[in-house]
């Protein structure tokens, strides 16, 4: 009685909101009691409706002024001292979401444990039973769970203790005697046992995988932080070079600009010492020409023949000084000779520093042309930069075709005795030669020939051999261009297949390897530059594998293909969709 009592004095001094005992009492006007700071908050919450009362609904207008209710407030605190206090956690009441007890009557606490034999979720205090009574030592008590029904058969209304691999689900015994009478029937105890070891075997395989995964994010972390590394001391040695390359071509514009005023500033002052030398001469020969003047007008004609011996004659620069400008170079110079007859200054049309701006007119263009030559390879060192694994090489024909690029022959490589056509895609040897240019990239005494593009990254194409002996390959662009040496498969820069009427060989470095697999006249290439993959594939209704490279490339590689000596002999690079 006294619990009741107790449980009793509990509900009457609890709040309805918080389900704890209450807090600063306030009573609303339809005689409920709610702590202070619930009520307000529940009012707040639903500021844009009535304010009502949590339990009987009963709504408000206007907005009741709360005051704390004293007398609530002392038997609370009364109460504690007698030792009453909040509900412990076990005792909370149920929500929502919370499993109930099955047991309690009225308003129901949380569960705290399930009974899987009982098939009943109890309280802290109507669990107690199982705890005492010997009766309930074989019971399974498990965490406070919604489901327990799901452990009644549905026909039977029996605990399903069975279960029938045959139907692979849980059954009750009435069951295991009726309907599913003679199949592979154990207890859900063994079942269990033997799925929870598979479980366990399983988690190992996944802890193992965490593991590994763990492992590979490490390396991965370890990468990004050696790609940072990598890259920002890459991009300071590369300001650093362009900085170096900036001020060398400062310190080379500063050195002509310097030579340039210094060869103008010593022109400038040879024709000014020349042009005060001729000021001079005007300034004497205006004089003598005043006298003259003065001595041709005068009257007193023994005074002008007295006078007139004592004129001195003219002097050699004077009576006949002709300046020659000759045209000026790098370094203007300047003659003064005696001209015949004539005192006039003959100027030609000079050039003065005109081929200064051109040989820098052409520094500039070399520098542009290597620029545009080398530049490719930096952009190239760039995009090979990869460190992730390598992809799993296509299986079929549709996954190498995502791979497919178009290649085109280059007709300076071509040897003059093969025909190119189809766009440059097919070659054919021909018993003639050919008028194609002089060019240091030409085969001389090979009848072969390399594709335009440089090949990197991820790449498949496919060769159709028309007729005769034909040798796909893949190679370096500074093959030897004449010898046996430079034949695609006899050294280290080049991979062939040589495709016969009747089979296949595979050359590198001169090591020749035989290949078995079905003929066809179509070969398809696949590469892989980073991984350094190179395979071979016989096309046909399928695709079979014929030979596979594993290597590491050092350059970019050309497609190329060989024919034989046969007039007609002939293979095509693919158009592919």
């Given amino acids: 009685m006294a619990q009741k009592g107790d449980q009793l004095d509990q509900e009457t001094f609890s709040c309805s909101i918080c389900l704890d005992l209450l807090k600063d009492p306030v009573t609303i006007p339809c005689g409920h009691s709610y702590c202070m700071n619930c009520i307000n908050n529940f009012w707040d919450e639903g500021e844009k409706k009535l304010p009502s009362c949590p339990q009987c609904r009963r709504t408000f207008i206007p907005r009741p002024e709360l005051l704390k209710s004293t007398m609530l407030a002392a038997l609370v605190e009364q109460l504690k001292k007698t030792g009453l206090q909040a509900a412990p956690a076990d005792h909370c009441y149920a929500g929502p979401e919370d499993v ?4 309690c009557s009225g308003r129901k606490l949380k569960a705290v444990k399930s009974c899987l034999v009982c098939l009943v979720s109890y309280c802290e205090k109507h669990l107690q039973p199982h705890h005492d009574s010997s009766s309930f030592k074989k019971h399974k008590l498990v965490d406070p769970s919604k489901n327990l029904q799901d452990n009644i058969c549905p026909r039977h209304g029996e605990v399903m203790k069975m279960f029938c691999h045959t139907d692979q689900k849980c059954i009750c015994y009435l069951c295991s005697v009726e309907e599913h009478k003679g199949h592979d029937i154990d207890s859900v105890v063994a079942e269990r046992t033997e799925r929870q070891r598979e479980m366990e075997v399983s988690r190992q395989q996944i802890q193992q995988q ?28 590369s300001e650093e070079i362009f900085t170096e390359l900036i001020s060398l071509l400062q310190k080379r514009s500063s050195d002509v600009k310097q030579q340039i005023r210094s060869q103008q500033e010593t022109e400038v002052r040879r024709v000014r010492e020349l042009e005060e030398k001729l000021q001079q001469e005007i300034t004497d020969l205006k004089r003598r020409d005043a006298e003259m003047k003065q001595l041709r007008d005068t009257e007193d004609h023994n005074q002008f023949l007295h006078s007139c011996p004592s004129l001195s004659p003219l002097s050699e620069s004077t009576h006949s000084s002709g300046i020659s400008i000759r045209p000026l170079t790098h370094s203007s110079s300047i003659s003064i000779r005696p001209l015949t007859h004539s005192s006039s200054i003959s100027i030609r049309p000079l050039r003065y520093f005109q081929d200064v701006t051109a040989a820098v007119s052409e520094v500039r263009g070399q520098l542009q042309d290597i620029l545009r030559d080398t530049w490719t390879h930096v952009s190239l060192a760039v995009t090979e930069v990869d460190v992730l694994l390598a992809q799993p090489e296509p299986k079929t024909r549709a996954g190498f075709l995502k791979y497919s690029c178009e290649i085109t022959l280059d007709p300076n490589t071509v040897h003059k005795r093969l025909l190119l056509s189809e766009e440059n895609r097919k070659v ?5 030669h050919h008028s194609y240019s002089s060019h240091p990239d030409r ?29 796909v390959s893949v190679s370096y662009k500074n093959i030897s261009r004449s010898g046996e040496e430079g034949l695609f498969g006899n050294n280290d820069k080049s991979w062939s297949l040589r495709c016969l009427s009747d089979g296949y060989e595979f050359y590198y470095n001169s090591i020749q390897t035989s290949i078995s697999g079905p003929l066809s006249s179509r070969i398809g290439v696949f590469l892989d530059h980073r991984a350094g993959v190179l395979s071979f594939y016989s096309v046909s209704g399928t695709m079979t594998l014929l030979h596979r490279v594993q290597t590491s490339f050092t350059q970019p590689l050309h497609a190329g293909v060989a024919v034989g000596y046969a ?8 158009k592919l969709k």
């Fill in 100 to 103: 109930a007890c099955d047991v």
């Fill in 210 to 237: 965490i593991e590994d995964r763990e492992k590979d994010v490490k390396l991965l972390q370890q990468e990004v932080e050696a790609i940072n590394q990598s890259a920002d001391k890459t991009v300071e040695d």
């Fill in 428 to 432: 054919t040897f021909m018993d003639q």
């Fill in 443 to 471: 085969f001389t005494n090979l009848y072969q020939v390399l594709s335009t593009e440089s090949l990197t990254g991820r790449r498949y194409w496919e060769v159709e051999k028309k007729a005769g002996v034909v040798r």
């Fill in 567 to 574: 007039d007609g002999e002939s293979a095509e690079f693919c």
